[in-house]
């Protein structure tokens, strides 16, 4: 069995729960044009790409940081 790091847990579950907000929350908000809704989808999935980045270069350096200190 594989192991999920942590970094990648977190983003599926943003993922998952972004996800079912806007599918049921969009579609019943009246008062938005369908041009911000998707800029919001958009700017949501934009900043859960920037944080799994985030999140693996800090992985990343922690894992460098250990070898270093071997």
């Known amino acids: 069995m594989r192991f999920i790091?942590?970094?990648?847990?977190?983003?599926?579950?943003?993922f998952i729960y972004t996800t079912g907000m806007y599918l049921y929350f969009f579609p019943r908000n009246n008062e938005m044009s369908d041009t911000e809704k998707w800029t919001i989808v958009a700017v949501s999935y934009a900043l859960?790409?920037?944080?799994w980045y985030l999140l693996r270069r800090k992985e990343r350096l922690r894992r460098e940081r250990e070898e270093d200190m071997e």
């Open 48 to 51: 859960l790409l920037l944080l």
């Open 5 to 14: 790091r942590k970094p990648g847990l977190v983003i599926a579950l943003l």
